[in-house]
C-alpha cells in the first residue's frame, strides 16, 4: 500500500531491480537510466511497467562507462565511456527504441604538449545533458595536471562542447580556461536552453574539496546566433555563503543551498552540519539574489547532501544516522521517507517536471534496487 504524507507518497510507487550508482530520469519520469555499480553496462527502464528496454555493455577491455543520462522526451540515452589504459573518453548516444548507436565519437582534444617529468595527466568528464529539444548532447571535458605525490594540481583543458546528434559535429566549444581557471564540478542548462551555468571549486584548498564547496558560478547565455556567450558571473564569494548545490527552475531563475559561513567553515571543519542552512534564489541575468529561504533544522538535512528540485520547488536531503527527507521550498513542509536510510545525493534524481524521484540504494535492510517515489495526486 502506497502511504502519502504532505505531497510526497512516502513508499515507493516503483522499485526497479537495477544495482545502479547513478541515474537519469525522463521528464516525465516514466523512463529511467542506470549505470550500473562497475560502470560495466548500463540499463534503461520503463518505470510504469518495470520493464527493461535497453542494455549496453562496455565490451572492451579496460573500458567501461563514467556517466548516463536520458533526453527529456524518453527516446534517447547517452553515455560517456573510457578507456583505462589510453585515457580515451567517448560519447555514445543511442535510440532507446531499437538500441540504435546514434553517435559515437571521441572527447578527448587534439594532442597536447606530454606533461613534464614527475607529472601526470588525468582526464575527466564531468556530465551529460540533452539540449532541450533532444538534438544536441552537451559535454564538459577537462584535462588537468599534477605532480603524481601530490593531490591536486592545475586545469590545462577545459571545454563545454554541444555535439548534434545528426551530423555528429560540434555546434560550438566554450572554452572556459581564462574565463575560470578553478576545478570544474558540473552545468547545467535552463529548461528552455536560453541559459547555461558552470560550476567550478578550488580544490587547491583541502576543506572546500573535502567539503564539495562551489566557489564559482559562471553565467553563460544564448545569442541569435544559437551560440552561448559569457554574461556574468555571480558574486557569492562576496557574501561570504559556502554554496553547495545549484539548479535552474522553469522562470530560469538559479536555486543555491547555501550556509551562513564560509569563513567559519574553513577554519573549523569539523565542527559538524552548520545551523543555518539556506536556499538562495538568483536572478542570473542581472547577478542579483532575488530571495532567501532558511531550510527547518532538521536532522536529515545536510549542505553537502541536498538535491533542489528542477522545478524550483522542493529538495531532497539526506544525512548519516538521520534518514532522508522531502521539502517544499514555497509552502515550508517538510516530511521524512521513514523508511529509506542516508543515501549520497549523487545516487538520486528528480525527473524533469519535479513530479518524480529516484533514488538508488545499497542498503542491506532494501537490497541493491532503484526506488521510484511519485508527488501525491491530491
Given at each position: 500500500?502506497?502511504?502519502?504524507?504532505?505531497?510526497?507518497?512516502?513508499?515507493?510507487?516503483?522499485?526497479?531491480?537495477?544495482?545502479?550508482?547513478?541515474?537519469?530520469?525522463?521528464?516525465?519520469g516514466q523512463?529511467?537510466?542506470?549505470?550500473?555499480?562497475?560502470?560495466?553496462?548500463?540499463?534503461?527502464?520503463?518505470?510504469?511497467?518495470?520493464?527493461?528496454?535497453?542494455?549496453?555493455?562496455?565490451?572492451?577491455?579496460?573500458?567501461?562507462?563514467?556517466?548516463v543520462?536520458?533526453?527529456?522526451?524518453?527516446?534517447?540515452?547517452a553515455?560517456?565511456?573510457?578507456?583505462?589504459?589510453?585515457?580515451?573518453?567517448?560519447?555514445?548516444?543511442?535510440?532507446?527504441?531499437?538500441?540504435?548507436?546514434?553517435?559515437n565519437?571521441?572527447?578527448?582534444?587534439?594532442?597536447?604538449?606530454?606533461?613534464?617529468k614527475?607529472?601526470?595527466t588525468?582526464?575527466?568528464?564531468?556530465?551529460?545533458?540533452?539540449?532541450?529539444?533532444?538534438?544536441?548532447?552537451?559535454?564538459?571535458?577537462?584535462?588537468?595536471?599534477?605532480?603524481?605525490?601530490?593531490?591536486?594540481?592545475?586545469?590545462?583543458?577545459?571545454?563545454?562542447?554541444f555535439?548534434?546528434?545528426?551530423?555528429g559535429?560540434?555546434?560550438?566549444?566554450?572554452?572556459?580556461?581564462?574565463?575560470?581557471?578553478?576545478?570544474?564540478?558540473?552545468?547545467?542548462?535552463?529548461?528552455?536552453?536560453?541559459?547555461?551555468?558552470?560550476?567550478?571549486?578550488d580544490?587547491?584548498?583541502?576543506t572546500?574539496?573535502?567539503?564539495?564547496?562551489?566557489?564559482?558560478?559562471?553565467?553563460?547565455?544564448?545569442?541569435q546566433?544559437?551560440?552561448?556567450?559569457?554574461?556574468?558571473?555571480?558574486?557569492?564569494?562576496?557574501?561570504?555563503?559556502?554554496?553547495?548545490?545549484?539548479?535552474?527552475?522553469?522562470?530560469?531563475?538559479?536555486?543555491?543551498?547555501?550556509?551562513?559561513?564560509?569563513?567559519?567553515?574553513?577554519?573549523n571543519?569539523?565542527?559538524?552540519?552548520?545551523?543555518?542552512?539556506?536556499?538562495?534564489?538568483?536572478?542570473p541575468?542581472?547577478?542579483?539574489?532575488?530571495?532567501?529561504t532558511?531550510?527547518?533544522?532538521?536532522?536529515?538535512?545536510?549542505?553537502?547532501?541536498?538535491?533542489?528540485?528542477?522545478?524550483?520547488?522542493?529538495?531532497?536531503?539526506?544525512?548519516?544516522?538521520?534518514?532522508?527527507?522531502l521539502?517544499?521550498?514555497k509552502?515550508?513542509?517538510?516530511q521524512?521517507?521513514?523508511?529509506?536510510?542516508?543515501?549520497?545525493?549523487?545516487?538520486?534524481?528528480?525527473?524533469?517536471?519535479?513530479?518524480?524521484?529516484?533514488?538508488?540504494?545499497?542498503?542491506?535492510?532494501i537490497?541493491?534496487?532503484v526506488?521510484?517515489f511519485?508527488?501525491?495526486?491530491?
Amino acid at each position: 500500500m502506497v502511504k502519502t504524507v504532505g505531497n510526497w507518497q512516502t513508499t515507493p510507487t516503483e522499485t526497479i531491480a537495477a544495482a545502479a550508482y547513478l541515474v537519469s530520469l525522463s521528464e516525465d519520469g516514466q523512463r529511467l537510466a542506470a549505470l550500473t555499480d562497475d560502470g560495466a553496462s548500463f540499463e534503461v527502464w520503463n518505470t510504469q511497467t518495470n520493464s527493461l528496454l535497453l542494455t549496453a555493455t562496455a565490451d572492451e577491455p579496460n573500458s567501461g562507462f563514467s556517466i548516463v543520462a536520458i533526453s527529456k522526451d524518453g527516446t534517447q540515452v547517452a553515455a560517456i565511456k573510457f578507456t583505462s589504459t589510453t585515457g580515451e573518453q567517448r560519447l555514445i548516444v543511442q535510440a532507446i527504441e531499437d538500441g540504435r548507436v546514434l553517435l559515437n565519437k571521441p572527447l578527448n582534444p587534439p594532442q597536447l604538449p606530454p606533461p613534464k617529468k614527475d607529472y601526470i595527466t588525468q582526464p575527466y568528464a564531468t556530465d551529460i545533458v540533452f539540449s532541450p529539444d533532444g538534438k544536441q548532447v552537451i559535454t564538459q571535458f577537462a584535462l588537468s595536471t599534477k605532480l603524481s605525490s601530490e593531490p591536486f594540481g592545475s586545469t590545462i583543458y577545459n571545454s563545454i562542447s554541444f555535439h548534434d546528434i545528426k551530423t555528429g559535429e560540434v555546434a560550438q566549444s566554450i572554452d572556459l580556461l581564462g574565463v575560470d581557471d578553478k576545478v570544474p564540478v558540473g552545468y547545467m542548462v535552463s529548461p528552455d536552453g536560453s541559459l547555461l551555468a558552470s560550476l567550478s571549486s578550488d580544490f587547491s584548498n583541502l576543506t572546500i574539496s573535502d567539503l564539495g564547496i562551489i566557489t564559482r558560478v559562471t553565467i553563460w547565455q544564448r545569442n541569435q546566433d544559437n551560440r552561448f556567450d559569457y554574461l556574468t558571473t555571480l558574486p557569492i564569494s562576496e557574501d561570504g555563503f559556502a554554496v553547495f548545490d545549484a539548479a535552474f527552475t522553469t522562470s530560469n531563475q538559479l536555486n543555491l543551498i547555501t550556509t551562513s559561513s564560509l569563513s567559519n567553515l574553513l577554519a573549523n571543519p569539523m565542527a559538524g552540519k552548520p545551523s543555518q542552512i539556506s536556499l538562495e534564489t538568483w536572478n542570473p541575468q542581472t547577478a542579483t539574489r532575488v530571495s532567501s529561504t532558511i531550510l527547518p533544522t532538521e536532522n536529515c538535512i545536510g549542505p553537502d547532501n541536498v538535491l533542489l528540485s528542477p522545478d524550483g520547488t522542493g529538495y531532497y536531503s539526506s544525512y548519516p544516522d538521520a534518514g532522508t527527507c522531502l521539502g517544499n521550498v514555497k509552502t515550508g513542509e517538510f516530511q521524512k521517507l521513514p523508511d529509506q536510510p542516508f543515501t549520497f545525493n549523487s545516487m538520486v534524481k528528480f525527473s524533469g517536471n519535479g513530479n518524480r524521484l529516484a533514488i538508488s540504494n545499497s542498503a542491506d535492510s532494501i537490497g541493491q534496487n532503484v526506488q521510484i517515489f511519485s508527488k501525491s495526486q491530491n
